[in-house]
């Protein structure tokens, strides 16, 4: 396994409240590294460093070494749009535009100066196939994206970010707001995915994580309490707090 990403002593502060107290993670390039703990722990937090999400929230100081592609991501000559378009990120509350499907999913590549129908509609149909939601929506592309169902609106989502051929899909809980049956086909999803890209998911949901990540990562308070195999952190946690989260002691 190569690690796509590379973070060093990431402190956070909002304002002057320190949020992330030096964490230190690798992401592996074709896998899927689920980040758990408790509501508060700074996974979100952590998450928008990654793609420098947190740039938008003033008064925000973020400081540490995030190697990707041997740069640094908060080296001042980085450009952010581009940066966003190689680490993109799902929301937990599906986002799609109010335009049609087809708009939905071309919206970076015509951003990129794309104009060409023949290679636009070769797009659509790779990253529509690739999030999964093709065949609901192949008779429908000019259908409003916001018409349909939230897992499908969330598929969607995913293949607008798949358009543009990211290395990086960030997604923060990005199924707590849909139905069982519904989150399992985006799991599915991404366990397809993570052939192709480096897959880092928030969740607060232990199964999930348990089904779908290679890598666990368990944080508390600000702080990275361990990271492992998902399959070693689950039956032989190193850590006494992990252990109790895992039981759930507390949450
Ligand atoms: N925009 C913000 N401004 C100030 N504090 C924030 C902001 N976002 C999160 N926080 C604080 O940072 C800490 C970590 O929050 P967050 O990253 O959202 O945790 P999680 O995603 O694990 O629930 C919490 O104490 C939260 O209140
Ligand atoms: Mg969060």
């Known amino acids: 396994m190569t690690a796509i ?12 409240q320190e949020a992330l107290h030096g964490v230190n993670l690798d992401f592996d390039d074709h896998s899927i590294t689920a980040l758990i703990g408790p509501s508060g722990c700074g996974k979100s937090t952590f998450l928008r460093c990654l793609n420098r999400m947190n740039d938008l929230i003033p008064k925000t100081t973020v400081t540490g070494s995030f190697q990707f592609h041997g740069k640094d991501i908060y080296a001042p000559t980085t450009n952010l749009v581009e940066l966003r378009k190689q680490i993109g990120m799902v929301f937990q509350q599906p986002n799609p535009f109010p335009f049609s499907v087809y708009e939905n999913v071309t919206y970076g590549l015509k951003l990129a100066g794309h104009t060409n129908r023949h290679y636009l509609d070769e797009q659509v149909e790779r990253s529509l196939k690739q999030a999964a939601v093709w065949d609901e929506t192949k008779d429908a592309l000019n259908k409003n994206a916001m018409s349909f169902s939230g897992g499908q609106q969330q598929r969607i989502c995913i293949a607008r970010l798949l358009a543009v051929q990211p290395d990086i899909i960030l997604l923060d809980e990005p199924t707590s707001a849909l139905d069982p049956i519904s989150s399992a086909q985006i799991e599915t999803t991404l366990l397809a995915l993570k052939k192709t890209y480096c897959i880092i998911i928030v969740t607060h949901n232990l199964q999930q994580a348990s089904r779908i990540a290679d890598r666990t990562a368990f944080m508390l308070n600000g702080n990275l309490i361990e990271d492992d195999l998902t399959s070693k952190m ?11 989260y895992l039981n759930g002691k507390f949450g």
């Open 234 to 244: 689950f039956t032989k946690p190193a850590n006494q707090a992990t252990s109790d």
């Open 5 to 16: 990403l590379k973070t060093r002593d990431v402190h956070l502060s909002y304002a002057k």
